[in-house]
Structures are given as structure tokens and as C-alpha cells.
């Protein structure tokens, strides 16, 4: 009934505003808090596996909220427009307060069930979770890898109604081997069928057959480092222009030993009939008739590598062609020495090309040289498509069918 009478006085504000701020404020807490202890309730899994109701609320939030009649209707109001699920901008424009003030206050209401964190601290912590939820939190992660570990712990609050610790969440992923790192972009046109033919077709092949023929381009903005020294509070920035003007493309093939030794480089792009010569004077001598090793060329499904003219001039010198599914150079292993040859120029560029006496496609010619990139062939393609099949590992596991070694049950 006092609920009721207090509901009333509270509308009454809107239409009349009889009542004083200072008596509003002690209504609207008054309903607050008996709303919020009517649903803010925690539960914990016990040992037994059942849900077990706790308690999480404390009444020194009221207090600490009336020590300051201003400050204690701003915070009403900002929990009365949180619980009601109101944007953040929305609630910015509405009390004039800044952005941090009302994610801090949804945190903490979230995480602590209270505005402020230093007023209340949870008995029921728990530090371990069941391996259930520890499955269902990976789940998780996979349909949204980008998530913090905050949001994991309001997933396994609301999910299965417990309350862990951060250093719980990050046990969690470090046992199942879970890291934190860079996401990669995979295009929407990206399609799994293909992929997994690929993957079936190539099982019948080594990695000592393979030969991967891509090319990758080079401007002014390559050899930009992303890193720089100022003073604190002070931005890194320099003056250059944005414009690319100058493109040069270098055109490789990549073996589990190392490039071989017929990398193109020219100002602008490979065009169709430049491919086409290159690929005749330059590559198809240095392979080897299929099976033997370097006789499977594969490519992209670029448009001056996917014609009949292509693949009838690979056939010809007793070679095979495969094409990579769309939109996957993470099946393309020369992509990660590629990575390496553009990291070795934004680190050297500065100190060699004001004295370097050449154009700077011999320069290009120098980099792909001093910088080795091809030194990590046998481990870039083992990380790629988790890793090609040579046949140094055919032979090992042949020997371990012979000894009887392998144990299939």
C-alpha cells in the first residue's frame, strides 16, 4: 500500500509539481530500491548442482546516495534510465553528464549490482565454474571471438547465473589455449565447400610437388612505420603525401626450400600477356614433370591466371595446374613471406635508400635478397591449411606401419 501511495505522489510530479525536489528524491528511492530488490537476485550452483537463491543487494547505496540531494537525484535518475534500458547517448543528453559516468554506473550495476563498486563486495564469488558452462562460454567465443572478458562474465552470469572473476575467465581460456590477437578479415563470399575440396584434393599431393605463384604489390605507403617516439600527450605525427603514385609489383613462386629464382619485378602490374611470357621464360624451365617435385603450379583465381591459354601452356611442359578456393590466401603459404619481405622494408628503408644508387625495383630486387623472406618456407607451409603433407612424414608413418607402432584403437 505504501508502494502505492508513493507510485501516485511520483505521478503527480509530472502533471503538477507540487512536491519539493527533496521529497520527489526520497520517493523515487523509495520505489527504486523496492523494484530493484524485487528482481536483482543472484544465483550461485552449489555442489549439489542446484540453484541455490543469493541475496546481492545492499542498503548503504541509499545512504551513500543522500548524502547530497543534487547528487542523489542524478544517480536515481541514472539508475531509473539504465534499468529501463535507455542508450547511453539518450541518458548523456538527458542528465548532461559525461559518456564514462554512465558506463561506469552500467558496469558496475551489471558486475556489482550497485552504482558504486566501493560500496558493496561479493561474498559469493565463485572461482571455479563446471565444465558445462566452461563449454558453453567457448561456444560463445566462437560466435563472437571479439568479446572481452567482462562480457564473459556477464555471458555466464546470465546464462548460468554465476558470478566468476576475471582471473577465473582468464584460467579458463589459457587451459583450453585460447589467446587474445589480431582478427582477420574473411571475405562474405568465402565458401566452405570449395574450401573442403580443396583440402580432400589436396591429399593426394606433397608439399614437395607444390609450387605457389602469387605477387604482391609495393608504394610509398609500404614503407610507412606504423610506430613512432613523441613526448607524452603529444600525438606522432609526419608529413608526407597520402597520393599513391607509383606502383610496382613483384611477381614470386614459392617452394618448400625458397623462392625460386625467377621473381619478376616491374613498375605497374602484370597484365595478361606479361604473366603469360613470364611464365614461359621464367618459371616453366626451372619445374619438373608431374609427379615430381615442382610440377603442381597453383594460383589465385586472378583473371590473368584463369584462362585456357594458361593452362594449356602449363600442360604442355608436362606440369599441373590447381587453381585455390575463392577468397582464401590462408591456403596460399607465399602470403606469409610476403609479410616478412614488407616488414624487412619498413625497417631498413630509411637507412638504405638515401644511399641506395639504383631505381627502386633494384631495390625491390635487394630487399627480397638481404631479407631472406624465404627462410621460414617449410614452416609457413606448415602453418598453412594446418599444415601440407610431405614426404618425409609419408615415409615416417610407413615405417610405423611396418613396426606396428601405431595403436588405431
Known sequence: MTIN???????????????????????????????????????KINQTGKFEAVQTFHNADILLAMT???????????????????????????????????????????????????????????WKIFSIAEDSLITYLKQQSWAMQKEMMWFLWKEWNLYVHQFTISRILKRRRWSNKKRQRVSIRQNDELRLNWVVDLLQLTAEQLVFVDETFFNETTRWRHQAYAPVGEPARYQASRKREHCWSVLSTYTIDDYLFCTGIREGWFNGEAFF???????????????????????NNASIHCNAR???????????????????????????????????????????????????????????????CDRFSRQHFKHSVEGYIFEADIKALERDLEAGTIDFD
Not at 553528464?97 to 550497485?114: A, E
Open 277 to 299: 611470357r613470364w611464365l614461359a621464360d621464367e618459371l616453366l624451365p626451372l619445374c619438373s614433370f608431374f609427379p615430381a617435385s615442382k610440377s603442381v603450379i597453383i594460383m
Open 310 to 372: 594458361i593452362e594449356e601452356l602449363i600442360t604442355s611442359h608436362g606440369c599441373e595446374v590447381r587453381y585455390l578456393s575463392p577468397y582464401s590466401p590462408d591456403f596460399n603459404p607465399i602470403e606469409l613471406s610476403f609479410s616478412v619481405l614488407k616488414a624487412w622494408v619498413r625497417r631498413h628503408f630509411e637507412e638504405i635508400w638515401p644511399h641506395f644508387e639504383g631505381t627502386f625495383g633494384e631495390f625491390l630486387h635487394y630487399a627480397v635478397e638481404r631479407s631472406r
Open 68 to 126: 547530497d540531494s543534487l547528487t542523489s537525484i542524478l544517480c536515481f535518475k541514472i539508475l531509473r534510465l539504465l534499468l529501463l534500458h535507455w542508450c547511453f547517448k539518450a541518458i548523456v543528453k538527458e542528465i548532461h553528464c559525461h559518456f564514462d559516468i554512465i558506463y561506469r554506473f552500467q558496469t558496475n550495476l551489471f558486475m556489482y549490482v550497485s552504482l558504486f563498486r566501493s560500496q558493496f563486495q561479493f561474498k559469493d564469488v565463485s
Open 5 to 43: 501511495i508513493c507510485r501516485k505522489l511520483s505521478n503527480s510530479w509530472h502533471h503538477n509539481c507540487h512536491i519539493s525536489s527533496q521529497i520527489y528524491c526520497w520517493i523515487q528511492t523509495f520505489l527504486t530500491f523496492s523494484n530493484l530488490q524485487s528482481f536483482i537476485i543472484n544465483r
